[in-house]
């Protein structure tokens, strides 16, 4: 295995980790690059988490007795670390159940505190996965703002010209990705929150926050949404961050108990933040295990776990552009991260990534891959008959070149099999 990050006794404690890695599929070793759509879960964090269900798990905040208590700690420990990593305030960390869940909160929240109006413009990018796209359309229509797109070219990518020419539309709202789970780009967060310094700032950090740390405060982003399950937690488990002078002006878009401060039957004052956004019973083992996972990706280093992906994703680039019979999305440049998505020439999508699963055990992704609107822009710049979809193949931390060299096999093999 090479890499400049893991020594060979670091890789093999990764692999004792996660015990999928280790198992076979149709009698080869798993290789598994679909880390986009959710990554592995790790032992450690699972015993943890059994730990808490079997030892400490009770319902949070409003019982007295001592297992109530220890859950609730449990909880709010793992806010602060959320709050920590992040480098926010713990009241800036409201817990969801995962990015999608995050988007619908916002778009529903100005609505009703009367932030986004009719003379609005909201500026998303055009490379949007439709979880920050589908609401956004939605409730445009019952509400009548506008919505526009920081246009892709035809390979998908958001340069920095086409940022610079939507500056004029002086959005209400900008709500982009920090990376693209089609392209792989990189956003130029810090250009974008220059160019539309008075706008409000959302971040959908699903596929960022995973490989990168974010720093809110740095890149002065007003909310940032992700989930727990791209970066090893529990399904179900998600963070809206938002800044605390701007989650206290907006109204909540989860009602119920929790997050009220004095109910009468005409009327109701809510709680102070987080727990105003917290309504109901939360997915508390689910925060438990988030921080969990935080505590072991920090325990191995974010900064080896960044360095690591970024070695991955320079050397799955540079030897997918070798291969001639493959057409690839996005930047070639060193903003493409951790993923790449593309088609081989004359092969559908979901033959390619069923055959490669077959016969190589790689595991990646076909289909548009919740980005409908971004194919057609693909489609346009293909040089083939494009199929409307792409194979995606997605690394983490725990991958290897080794991984990437059979994918690559695989291709070569699906290459000469339609030959
Ligand atoms: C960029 C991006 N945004 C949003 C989402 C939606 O995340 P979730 O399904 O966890 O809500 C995804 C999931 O693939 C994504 O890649």
């Known amino acids: ?47 943890k988490m059994t730990d808490f269900y079997l030892n400490h798990y009770s319902n949070i905040h409003r019982a007295v007795h001592t297992l109530a208590s220890e859950a609730t700690v449990a909880y709010e420990e793992a806010r602060e670390k959320v709050a920590k990593f992040l480098n926010a305030r713990p009241e800036e960390v409201v817990f969801t159940s995962g990015t999608t869940m995050g988007i619908n909160f916002l778009v529903n929240s100005f609505i009703r505190s009367g932030i986004l109006n009719q003379e609005d413009t909201v500026l998303l990018s055009q490379v949007e996965h439709h979880a920050n796209l589908v609401p956004w359309v939605r409730l445009s229509k019952f509400h009548g703002f506008r919505v526009e797109y920081i246009k892709a070219d035809e390979k998908g990518v958001i340069t920095n010209e086409a940022i610079l020419e939507t500056k004029n539309l002086n959005p209400k709202v900008i709500s982009i990705t920090g990376q693209s789970n089609v392209t792989g780009q990189e956003m130029p967060l810090q250009l974008l929150r220059e160019t539309f310094k008075s706008s409000i700032f959302i971040v959908d950090g699903a596929q960022l926050v995973p490989h990168k740390k974010i720093d809110v405060k740095k890149l002065d982003v007003d909310f940032l949404v992700f989930s727990g399950h791209k970066m090893l937690a529990p399904t179900g488990i998600g963070v809206l961050y938002g800044k605390k002078e701007l989650l206290e002006k907006i109204e909540p878009f989860l009602y119920g108990g929790e997050m009220i401060d004095k109910v009468t039957f005409e009327d109701v004052s809510f709680n102070v933040l987080p727990y105003k956004f917290e309504a109901g019973t939360q997915h508390i083992a689910g925060a438990v295990g988030l921080g969990y996972t935080i505590d072991y990706l920090e325990k191995i280093g974010f900064e080896k ?15 997918m552009a070798n291969l001639d019979f493959v057409e690839i999305y996005g930047p070639f440049d060193s903003s493409h991260k951790s993923l ?8 559908h999508p979901h033959d390619v990534s069923h055959i490669l699963d077959e016969n190589f055990a790689v ?10 609107p971004l194919m057609s822009v693909l489609a346009r710049g293909s040089k083939i008959d494009f199929p409307n979809s792409t194979v995606r193949a997605s690394v983490y931390f725990y991958n290897t070149k080794e991984d990437i060299d059979i994918l690559i096999e695989g291709l070569k093999y699906i290459k000469r099999w339609f030959e």
């Open 1 to 47: 295995m090479h890499s400049t990050v893991w020594s060979y006794e670091d890789f093999c404690r990764i692999l004792d980790d996660f015990p999928s890695l280790k198992r076979e599929v149709n009698g080869k070793r798993l290789v598994y690059l679909d880390n986009a759509a959710s990554t592995l879960k790790s032992k450690s964090v699972i015993e």
């Open 305 to 319: 776990i960044e360095k690591h992906i970024e070695e991955l994703s320079g050397y799955l680039l540079e030897k």
């Open 340 to 347: 790449v998505s593309f088609n081989v020439k004359g092969v």
């Open 363 to 372: 595991a990646t992704r076909s289909g548009h891959h919740c980005a409908q």
